[in-house]
């Protein structure tokens, strides 16, 4: 989960400057995943671009598309729930957000949806109408929700021999409840990663996938200010993140009621991540 307009950075191997909760375009092109990907995630029949691995395979990291390729934008909705918070949602804490799933039906507007392994576990049902349904595409938000590095937010940690593990283990929960082709793309938690995280998943086969259009909608209250925010900031080839819990992102739903009638009426195009990642300067 992101805290409003906050922003860190940290230092990756590839030299950007990489915003928290929101992040950079790192130097490559793009490449189909081989058929003999280690990615635990079910093969499609058209499988997904990536980007190709930095210097020693590390992990490459995808903020934005083209800006040059028209008016295109991706939204991204973030599945949260950490791996404490089961007795929350046992004591009816709601971590999912059927309304907006059904608004972005009702508006068609297709998104991606980055997972973690214990939501999935929490409602298979859904997990498998998301992972079912063409109009989403589902991927990688580790298991726990922990954070890959310190001073994240304020959320546990996980050690640097943990983090593979994690990525593993969410795929197993998404495949579980029914989900047949998680993308080959992975979020980290709150968005902070550094060099060590990057190396860590190295050879997982995944493309790090972070944004450039921070929605601020965590934890807000007004939904007109969370529209404004995505409205500025938004640029072609932009990636939006936002969230789909009710509890911690109760005004979502209704800023997306705002946001995507207004960017059609500006000329953009909505598509997933997968479509921009595609349209990747050296995709083949």
Not at 26 to 39: K, N
Not at 61 to 82: I, N, Q, S, W, Y
Not at 187 to 197: E, I, L, S, V
Request: aromatic share 8%; with cysteine.
């Amino acid at each position: 989960m992101i805290p409003q307009l906050r922003r860190i950075t940290t230092v990756c191997a590839l030299g950007a400057a990489l915003a928290a909760c929101g992040t950079a375009d790192p130097a490559g092109s793009a490449r189909r995943v081989p058929a003999d990907s280690p990615v635990p995630a079910s093969p499609s029949a058209s499988r997904p671009p990536v980007l190709t691995p930095g210097p020693g395979g590390l992990t490459p990291v995808f903020e934005h598309g083209p800006r040059t390729l028209g008016k295109t934008v991706a939204l991204t909705f973030d599945a949260d729930m950490t791996a404490d918070e089961g007795p929350r949602a046992a004591a009816g804490e709601h971590f999912d957000n059927p309304d907006l799933i059904g608004t972005l039906r009702t508006l068609k507007v297709p998104a991606t949806i980055f997972m973690t392994g214990r939501w999935a576990d929490e409602y298979p049902t859904e997990a498998r109408s998301l992972g079912h349904d063409p109009q989403f595409e589902v991927a990688n938000h580790s298991y726990s929700h922990y954070a890959f590095t310190s001073d994240c937010y304020g959320l546990p940690t996980v050690d640097a021999g943990t983090m593979r593990s994690e990525v593993e283990r969410a795929y197993a929960s998404l495949h579980k409840a029914g989900v047949p082709h998680a993308l080959p793309y992975f979020r980290f938690p709150g968005g902070c990663y550094d060099q060590q995280a990057l190396r860590a998943l190295s050879g997982l086969g995944v493309t790090a996938v972070q944004w450039d259009v921070v929605s601020g909608d965590a934890f807000a209250t007004d939904a007109d200010a969370v529209a404004r925010q995505v409205l500025d900031g938004v640029k072609p080839g932009s990636v939006v993140v936002m969230h789909c819990t009710r509890s911690a992102a109760p005004t979502t739903e209704r800023a997306v009621r705002a946001v995507v009638p207004e960017l059609r009426r500006r000329g953009y195009r909505f598509v997933k991540v997968s479509e921009l990642i595609g349209e990747t300067s050296g995709h083949r």
